[in-house]
């Protein structure tokens, strides 16, 4: 036992001696001077340096002041300074040349001092940019077109004011939804007009007038004016007839020669035709062509009413024609198509295709035998020539909705039909040959110009002035005289010679009208009985 404490304190003391040769070294290196500064530092600073001990060693501070605590460890302590670290300028990235780019920071925070990087603006990459999008839109834009991926499968088709989906040969479009269908930016055309005109043309004729050489050709271009009104007088070549045929030698007296041409169609199966009459006016024989026949037939003038411009032809055989169904012009819409099927110049079956203009036009044409008073036409820019007259002008169901009439020279696309609302109401006239009631008073109207007021005594230019009074008239009867200003009729004011003539026509022959009216600058009151022109 005394043996091993013995042991144990030679170990302790040779460990000791060890430790002290060692420190005697390290004060021979670090000296005297140096040691004694640096205790002397730390017992200023309140023992402000920290030390830590590491194996068997204890600090010098320990053999000075032995150690009160009961776990003490024999060895000596290593003495470590620890100083405040140095500021390091952070590092992001960027060379000293951009340093003179920096934004000026405040002094607290100068040592972070942070740059955000300069930016640039790029033309190219913009309009790089902007191309792309253009070309991802146009693509987009087109897929859709070409996949109908906004639309029901269908092409739509105005008709009579209606929607109506085109099949079997509508071009485009196709049944059983989801198909492709045209594009919006293609002009898209009814893809029903070629079966409208193979199931139409059969009933429309073809009308040959002819008179005997004996008579004056008043159905020839020379003599009617409303061809020349309409046409001018280039039309005419020498050849007879409304604008067209065949010129021919004058005959000799008592033979026949042809007058004109025109169309019509079949409206009754029994073989009713209606055409124009200015297309039949003064011919002493009436021959129609129909397709499928190799021969005219005759046809006899069943009825006719000149202030229309109507005429119903029967063909005289008892056989079963083809016809053509009135549909109704008011239904109908600015914009809808329309189709055209006559003979102009004499080529048969030609067919143009429109569009409804407008509706409610009004023409006056003066003639050999009067005025004709056009009201209520539709205006089509389906072409119209001379032979085209009475021919039909068609719906998309192949309904006829106007008579085409005429067709203005000094413009072009501007056509005339005479609606189906004034044809259904005198066509069972037309057909029995029953005379329609033509009410009328026998004068000639004309406006009022304002240079005209003070001459004739008014007080400003409304009403209507009378040019002239037909002998033997109604107004002739009831005292009305050139000059006389009418400025009512039955109490209403009127405004102009188109309101005086309208409310006249409304009315009835036999009926009495009142017409209020100033002669030398004085008013008074007139009574007319109204008057039947076709007695």
């Not at 320990?62 to 003495?79: A, D, R």
């Not at 004011?493 to 600058?521: C, Y």
């Amino acid at each position: 036992m005394e043996n091993n404490k013995r042991d144990y304190s030679d170990f302790f003391e040779n460990g000791r001696d060890e430790a002290d040769n060692n420190r005697e070294r390290r004060d021979d290196y670090t000296g005297s001077e140096e040691r004694t500064a640096r205790e002397s530092q730390s017992e200023q600073e309140g023992r402000s340096s920290y030390y830590y001990s590491y194996g068997p060693y204890k600090s010098s501070m320990n053999e000075e002041q032995p150690s009160t605590t009961t776990s003490n460890v024999q060895g000596e302590t290593s003495q470590v300074e620890i100083t405040s670290p140095r500021p390091v300028r952070p590092y992001f990235g960027y060379s000293e040349a951009n340093s003179q780019n920096r934004p000026s920071v405040p002094a607290a925070s100068s040592q972070w001092d942070y740059s955000p990087p300069k930016k640039s603006f790029s033309l190219k990459s913009t309009f790089a940019a902007f191309l792309a999008g253009a070309v991802v839109v146009a693509g987009l834009m087109f897929a859709s077109d070409r996949m109908d991926l906004f639309g029901g499968g269908t092409q739509p088709v105005a008709t009579n004011g209606s929607n109506s989906t085109a099949s079997g040969n509508s071009g485009g479009t196709s049944g059983n939804g989801g198909a492709t269908t045209a594009a919006l930016n293609e002009v898209v055309r009814p893809g029903n007009i070629a079966d409208i005109v193979n199931k139409s043309s059969p009933a429309v004729v073809k009308i040959n007038t002819y008179v005997t050489s004996n008579k004056n050709n008043r159905n020839g271009v020379n003599s009617n004016d409303i061809w020349n009104y309409f046409f001018g007088n280039g039309g005419n070549g020498g050849n007879g007839g409304n604008g067209g045929g065949n010129s021919q030698k004058t005959p000799s007296t008592g033979q026949r020669q042809a007058a004109g041409l025109g169309s019509g169609f079949i409206f009754d199966k029994s073989g009713y035709i209606l055409t124009n009459q200015h297309v039949v006016d003064g011919a002493d024989e009436i021959e129609v062509e129909v397709q499928g026949y190799s021969k005219p037939f005759k046809a006899k003038l069943t009825g006719s009413e000149y202030s229309l411009d109507l005429a119903v032809l029967k063909i005289e055989d008892s056989k079963d024609f083809p016809f053509l169904p009135l549909g109704g012009s008011e239904s109908m819409n600015v914009g809808d198509w329309v189709i055209a099927i006559g003979n102009p110049y004499g080529f048969d079956h030609t067919v143009t295709v429109g569009v409804f203009s407008a509706r409610e036009r009004k023409i006056d044409i003066p003639d050999e035998n009067g005025t004709r008073n056009y009201e209520h036409l539709i205006q089509t820019d389906a072409s119209i020539n001379p032979g085209n007259s009475g021919g039909p002008l068609l719906n998309l169901n192949g309904e006829v909705i106007g008579i085409n009439t005429a067709v203005s020279a000094q413009a072009q696309g501007i056509g005339f039909a005479i609606p189906t609302t004034t044809v259904k109401d005198v066509l069972e006239n037309l057909k029995t040959g029953v005379k329609l009631p033509q009410p009328y008073i026998g004068v000639g109207l004309q406006d009022i110009q304002d240079d005209w007021v003070k001459q004739l005594k008014l007080e400003n230019n409304k009403g209507s002035v009378i040019t002239q009074v037909e002998s033997g008239s109604p107004a002739s009867k009831a005292g009305l005289a050139a000059g006389d200003v009418i400025i009512q009729v039955n109490g209403a004011d009127v405004a102009n010679s188109t309101e005086v003539t309208t409310k006249i026509k409304a009315l009835k022959p036999d009926d009495k009208v009142t017409l209020k009216i100033v002669r030398d600058g004085k008013q008074m009151d007139t009574f007319v009985i109204i008057g039947d022109r076709n007695k």
